[in-house]
């Protein structure tokens, strides 16, 4: 801990997506280390695809986590593939190019787990990452993430200039995106059967067969891996963050119903894509390189997150 506080104590940093479900708690954990100063651009003032926008953003500014990001689920992916490509390529290249500009002296940039191939073996190698193209239903999103690896590597290249790259998998916990237009399988399972229930409704339909299987990272381990890689991690190669643990969606939903206290049915509605098939990381290389390791069992981070949801309705 007086360690992270020394290498944060006098550093200006940017968070971009500060105020988003990953940033609110980065944000906060941020906090307990003192930086000189945090700053959070609002995007009703900054459109980080404009990069005259992303020069006043990292004007002065020591150190940038990159959270800005236009994402969500599956549904949302199919119905938004040309937004969610444009705006995560224009956000990508235009905030690395002002943060060199501005001399920036790190940039930590978040990408995803969709940039992997639709067949990798399991568990995913980051040196596996350009050996296919990626499952067609997010592929727009994880290869625009993928544009901002390359210009990272590039930079490093040619300018010396430090720039991280880590391969984030799907992250829950309290307060995360609720909206059944945009979010992710854990909050679109959790709001279907909370309202079952509520409602003494017989069944729960679910996309797919339930046969595909997910890996899951809680939010704030998330922030804290985060925030160890910014501090320990230098190298041009993109490292896995994950909790290493992987899920089919048939059993997601089953111990999401349980721990909700559902007790109709479950109907898989199979005519929907199930997406990528398989999803597991190795994250020997997070724990190796800077000493990362998940502290929230799924199942603690599964209440939590149902509790808040709860509270919050």
């Not at 940039?107 to 995803?112: A, L, N, R, S």
Request: proline share 4%; hydrophobic share 35%.
């Amino acid at each position: 801990m007086e360690n992270q506080k020394k290498y944060w104590q006098n550093k200006k940093v940017v968070i971009t997506g500060g105020a988003g479900f990953l940033g609110q708690h980065l944000v906060k954990k941020l906090k307990l280390f003192n930086p000189k100063h945090i700053f959070i651009p609002q995007s009703s003032i900054y459109d980080l695809r404009q990069f005259k926008q992303c020069l006043k953003v990292f004007k002065n500014c020591d150190l940038v986590i990159h959270l800005a990001a236009n994402v969500g689920g599956i549904g949302y992916n199919q119905t938004y593939p040309a937004d969610l490509f444009d705006d995560n390529v224009l956000i990508g290249i235009n905030c690395l190019r002002a943060a060199r500009q501005t001399k920036v002296k790190k940039f930590v940039t978040i990408g995803t787990v969709c940039s992997y191939p639709k067949h990798t073996s399991v568990p995913f190698k980051e040196e596996d990452l350009w050996q296919g193209y990626p499952e067609e239903t997010n592929a727009p999103y994880g290869i625009a993430k993928l544009v901002s690896l390359v210009q990272a590597q590039a930079y490093r290249q040619q300018y010396g200039f430090n720039a991280i790259h880590l391969l984030q998998v799907n992250l829950y916990g309290p307060g995360d995106n609720f909206n059944p237009k945009s979010s992710h399988v854990i909050p679109a399972l959790i709001k279907k059967f909370v309202k079952a229930k509520e409602k003494n409704q017989p069944s729960v339909t679910i996309w797919g067969t339930g046969k595909a299987t997910r890996e899951f990272l809680y939010v704030e381990d998330a922030a804290e891996g985060i925030l160890m890689a910014a501090e320990k991690y230098n190298q041009k190669e993109p490292i896995n963050l994950g909790s290493g643990k992987e899920i089919s969606i048939r059993q997601l939903a089953k111990t999401i119903k349980i721990l909700i206290g559902y007790t109709g049915k479950i109907v898989w509605d199979k005519t929907k894509p199930d997406g990528q098939p398989k999803r597991r990381l190795d994250v020997s290389k997070a724990r190796k390189q800077f000493g990362f390791q998940v502290k929230t069992s799924f199942e603690t981070g599964l209440t939590k997150t149902i509790d808040w949801y709860k509270q919050n309705l």
